[in-house]
């Protein structure tokens, strides 16, 4: 299957800190999603990117889908406790299959 | 409006017995996925499926099978359980490409 990086692979930072993460991909893509995943439950979308370049926001969290198309960034400003959990990213070429990073684990420290 | 339901939430099995893991959406998507995650190996492709009476193999679909019989549901089966496949599932489903939704996940543990 697809080899999807992430990096870093965990990261502890104090409340009110940015943080960087991103994804790196073997194949190009059509399509970069980036998930949070909750202790105990399911990831849950936050933001898709669909074109080449494309930046997008939800709230605190900022998104972009890399010019070469392997690779996608997740930013999130001034961290809360609550951005705590794992966050993956999801891409996919053509088709409905997408293919997972092995995730990045947010801890924020009050 | 419940989204993706998953059941049962957990289940203990002996090596050598047989499950079904049952999902449930009602948003009417087309398309619904089985996944597995393992500890630093990310959401693993089992099977899949497009629409009603379809199913195809994703990444990882050895020792599984799966039906979709009702465009709502996809049932996830285990023939004959190994600890290999001591993981957490996880259905989801989707409209299109646009991202799925997942159910909250099913821990299986094979003893």
């Known amino acids: 299957g697809q080899q999807l990086n992430q990096s870093p692979q965990s990261m502890f930072i104090q409340e009110g800190e940015d943080v960087s993460m991103n994804c790196t991909s073997s194949s190009i893509f059509n399509t970069w999603l980036w998930y949070k995943q909750d202790p105990g439950e399911g990831p849950v979308l936050l933001i898709a990117?669909?074109?080449?370049?494309e930046l997008t926001s939800n709230g605190r969290l900022t998104a972009q889908f890399g010019i070469t198309r392997k690779d996608s960034f997740l930013n999130i400003s001034a961290s809360i406790p609550s951005d705590v959990g794992i966050y993956f990213c999801a891409g996919a070429n053509t088709g409905n299959q997408f293919y997972f990073g092995t995730g990045t684990s947010l801890t924020v420290i009050p | 409006n419940a989204g993706v339901t998953q059941t049962p939430k957990f289940r203990v099995l002996k090596t050598g017995q047989s499950m079904t893991l049952l999902c449930a959406q009602d948003m009417n998507h087309e398309y619904m996925y089985w996944y597995r995650q393992d500890p630093g190996m990310g959401l693993r492709l089992i099977h899949y499926?497009?629409?009603?009476?379809?199913?195809a193999k994703g990444e990882v679909p050895d020792g599984y099978n799966v039906s979709r019989l009702k465009k709502q549901n996809f049932l996830l089966g285990l023939e004959s359980a190994a600890p290999s496949q001591t993981s957490v599932y996880f259905c989801?489903?989707?409209?299109?490409?646009?991202?799925?939704?997942f159910g909250s996940g099913t821990r299986l543990t094979v003893v």
């Open positions: 989801a489903s989707s409209y299109n490409r646009h991202g799925y939704t």
């Open positions: 990117l669909y074109k080449a370049g």
């Open positions: 499926s497009v629409g009603e009476g379809t199913t």
